[in-house]
């Protein structure tokens, strides 16, 4: 096997394997806040029925 295409297909990996990282820590940030975003609004709606009662 050519060294230098092993060696392109290792470093390959070895960027996606870092984006995969990162793209799942960003993931993990934006459900955390979709999730506050949703308690969030709940709060509001509970709110605006006390005040319209």
Same mark, same amino acid.
Request: charged share 40%.
């Given at each position: 096997?050519?060294?230098? =295409?092993? +060696? /392109?297909?290792? #470093?390959?990996?070895? !960027?996606?394997?870092?984006? +995969? !990282? @990162? =793209? #799942?820590?960003?993931?993990?940030? %934006? @459900? #955390? +806040?979709?999730?506050?975003? #949703? %308690?969030?609004?709940?709060?509001? +709606? /509970? %709110?605006? !029925?006390?005040?319209?009662?």
């Amino acid at each position: 096997m050519d060294p230098e =295409l092993l +060696e /392109r297909i290792t #470093a390959r990996r070895a !960027e996606l394997n870092q984006l +995969e !990282e @990162r =793209l #799942a820590k960003q993931l993990t940030e %934006v @459900r #955390a +806040e979709r999730d506050e975003l #949703a %308690v969030a609004e709940g709060v509001l +709606e /509970r %709110v605006s !029925e006390q005040i319209a009662h």
